[in-house]
């Protein structure tokens, strides 16, 4: 039996395992998906523990995700030295490799809707999830545009992501008037019925992907929703980044339709 998991303290709340164990289950693998909630200073006795248990992949969570960037066994992949976080551990190979996947779990979910990674994006948040936001969108050709609250924040990570710029967050209603994509990567809309970004700024030729996934259905949503525009909840973000680290680990492409379903059952 393979076992994978996630290291994150608290991780009580994770929907990881359901929607992991629902793409074994589909594939027939024999295979576990549990949680690990060590204290916050014991992360490297953790990866040792893991290895030495025969854990095969672990996904990395708050506080973890620069501890595991940081360990000199783990050799991060090009994009999460980027990224500057790690929230995938493969276990696999000779060495413990690290990986972010959230950046796919944001690409991923746009083209999942059939959107073209193309044009103009506005990255709004510049947090851990705009980060990978931005690198995700620029990578794929993407020009893009990242507004934050902390004005500063957004010219900070503007300045490390290709092609992109740094603007304060009231430039978004003039950001958006050409743009095609935009992500929501700030906490703006977690169980409560607000948006960072005004409705009147958002237009039908735009696609809009928020992060936030409790609700699953946000204020920015239902106003993207009320002009034509595409709309991504954020649960698709969630399903794509753990569809990534479920085929790096198991080498299979990933049942995506049973794994939604778990996730979306349990949100
Ligand atoms: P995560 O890792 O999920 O991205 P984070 O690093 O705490 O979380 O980042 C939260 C993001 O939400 C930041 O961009 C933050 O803006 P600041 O950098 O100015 O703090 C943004 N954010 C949080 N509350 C906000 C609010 N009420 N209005 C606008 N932006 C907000």
Do not use: C
């Not at 995700?65 to 790690?86: S, T, W």
């Not at 999942?112 to 947090?127: E, K």
């Not at 980060?131 to 300045?159: C, H, P, Q, W, Y």
């Amino acid at each position: 039996m393979q076992v994978y998991g996630l290291l994150g303290n608290p991780v009580g709340h994770s929907l990881s395992p359901p929607m992991h164990e629902a793409g074994y289950r589909e594939l027939g693998l024999d295979a576990r998906y549990v949680t690990f909630e060590p204290a916050p200073d014991d992360f490297d006795d953790a990866v040792a523990g893991a290895r030495a248990l025969g854990v095969r992949g672990l996904n990395v969570t708050i506080p973890f995700k620069g501890d595991a960037l940081a360990h000199p066994d783990v050799e991060a992949d090009a994009l999460a030295e980027r990224i500057g976080a790690v929230n995938t551990l493969d276990f696999g190979g000779e060495h413990v490799t690290g990986h972010n996947t959230d950046a796919a779990g944001v690409t991923r979910a746009f083209e999942h809707h059939g959107v073209d990674l193309a044009g103009a994006g506005v990255v709004v948040g510049a947090g851990g999830a705009g980060r990978a936001a931005a690198f995700a969108l620029a990578d794929a050709g993407v020009d893009v545009a990242i507004a934050n609250r902390t004005e500063s924040k957004a010219v900070d990570l503007a300045a490390d992501v290709p092609r992109a710029s740094g603007h304060p967050l009231d430039a978004v209603p003039d950001l958006l008037a050409d743009a095609d994509l935009l992500v929501n990567a700030t906490s703006v809309g977690m169980e409560e019925d607000a948006s960072p970004v005004p409705a009147d700024a958002l237009h039908a030729d735009l696609a809009v992907l928020d992060a936030v996934y409790t609700p699953v259905e946000t204020r920015l949503l239902r106003d993207a929703a009320a002009v034509g525009a595409t709309t991504v909840d954020g649960a698709w973000m969630l399903l794509f980044q753990g569809v990534e680290a479920f085929e790096r680990w198991t080498g299979e492409t990933a049942p995506v339709d049973a794994m939604n379903g778990a996730l979306r059952a349990e949100l």
